[in-house]
């Protein structure tokens, strides 16, 4: 008897988890995968996350060489010695490019070091460029750490395919929805940063 109760009980378990799991990727998908992309309008600057080199630095000084921005920021997230970055941080008129290291490396981090170069600047308006599944929760730090207006940032997603594996995307989605818990308890950023920003410019 003992033996039958134990069966149903991981029966109902593995029944659980198996809904928990295909709830988190239809909810994941809706979220994350196509997530909203605001429409583009011009700003002060555009400012690349860092996280990978999927073309989006190329991307964020073609913005700006479109004309939404003079300026491109790029988080330089990435060893001193990396030949992209080495590459996109070289000056290219007529656009500015600022390459910065946030004093966290991480979207909190990378808020908080524009909003301290907002203020600078006297910059109102961005357009930050990352993947779009991390759209999301890059809105809500940056409300929380560069501005709570919405009209201060344009989100925009590097357009690239994602070709993952459905257990990556299921890892995604379990890491993005725990990131975006923290985020909102952490709430707003109190007090910035004062650390001087490391950057490279082309002036």
């Known amino acids: 008897m003992a033996l039958d109760e134990l069966r149903r009980?991981?029966?109902?378990v593995a029944a659980i988890l198996v809904a928990l799991?295909?709830?988190?990727g239809i909810s994941g998908m809706a979220v994350f995968t196509n997530a909203k992309v605001d429409a583009l309008q011009k700003a002060d600057a555009v400012v690349v996350l860092g996280g990978e080199h999927d073309g989006r630095e190329d991307y964020g000084i073609e913005l700006a060489r479109g004309g939404w921005a003079p300026t491109v920021v790029i988080s330089n997230a990435y060893p001193t010695d990396d030949p992209v970055m080495d590459r996109?941080?070289?000056?290219?008129?007529?656009i500015e490019v600022i390459c910065a290291?946030?004093?966290q490396m991480n979207t909190r981090g990378e808020a908080q070091m524009m909003h301290r170069l907002a203020l600078k600047r006297s910059w109102s308006k961005i357009i930050v460029v990352t993947?779009?599944?991390?759209?999301p929760r890059a809105r809500l730090i940056f409300q929380q750490c560069f501005s709570p207006d919405s009209d201060a940032v344009v989100m925009e997603a590097v357009p690239r395919r994602y070709d993952y594996s459905l257990a990556r995307w299921q890892f995604i989605y379990a890491y993005q929805y725990a990131a975006f818990a923290k985020a909102e308890a952490m709430g707003d950023c109190s007090s910035v940063d004062q650390a001087p920003l490391s950057t490279d410019t082309d002036e």
Do not use: D, F, G
């Not at 009980?9 to 109902?12: G, L, M, W």
């Not at 799991?21 to 988190?24: A, E, P, Q």
């Not at 993947?131 to 759209?135: E, G, I, K, V």
């Open 9 to 12: 009980a991981a029966v109902i």
């Open 21 to 24: 799991t295909v709830l988190m």
């Open 88 to 94: 996109v941080c070289k000056p290219q008129p007529p």
């Open 101 to 103: 290291r946030a004093p």
């Open 131 to 135: 993947w779009r599944y991390h759209l």
